[in-house]
């Protein structure tokens, strides 16, 4: 079974940057497709950034060019680093891991931006 921890959420002003992370307790994370997702408040989770098992991104429009997403497989981790923050950015940001058959999700991380 899949565990996902994330961490690194916090307060941040305009303008400024976080880098959350999310652990995972898998046998064979390089074969798990990973993506980052966020819920506003009174608002339905949205993706933000999607890294394959090869390692190929994708990120929604609102973020491109401020986030970026990457891997460590070998420390099984997965990382969102979020530069240029903006106050719309607010929300809950989730981990996600997915392959054939498997879907997983951590317990969220809150990300707050001040204006």
């Known amino acids: 079974q899949v565990q996902l921890v994330e961490s690194g959420g916090g307060l941040v002003q305009a303008g400024g940057s976080l880098r959350l992370s999310c652990a995972a307790s898998?046998?064979?994370?390089?074969?798990?497709?990973m993506r980052w997702y966020r819920q506003a408040p009174g608002k339905q989770r949205e993706l933000v950034a999607t890294?394959?098992?090869?390692?190929?991104?994708n990120y929604a429009g609102s973020v491109k060019g401020r986030f970026g997403i990457s891997r460590d497989n070998a420390k099984n981790t997965v990382y969102l680093q979020m530069n240029s923050l903006k106050p719309e950015d607010t929300a809950v940001y989730y981990c996600?891991?997915?392959?054939?058959?498997?879907?997983?999700w951590g317990q969220g991380t809150l990300v707050t931006v001040s204006s």
């Open positions: 996600n891991a997915q392959r054939s058959g498997e879907d997983a």
């Open positions: 898998v046998s064979i994370f390089s074969s798990y497709h």
């Open positions: 890294i394959t098992s090869g390692g190929s991104t």
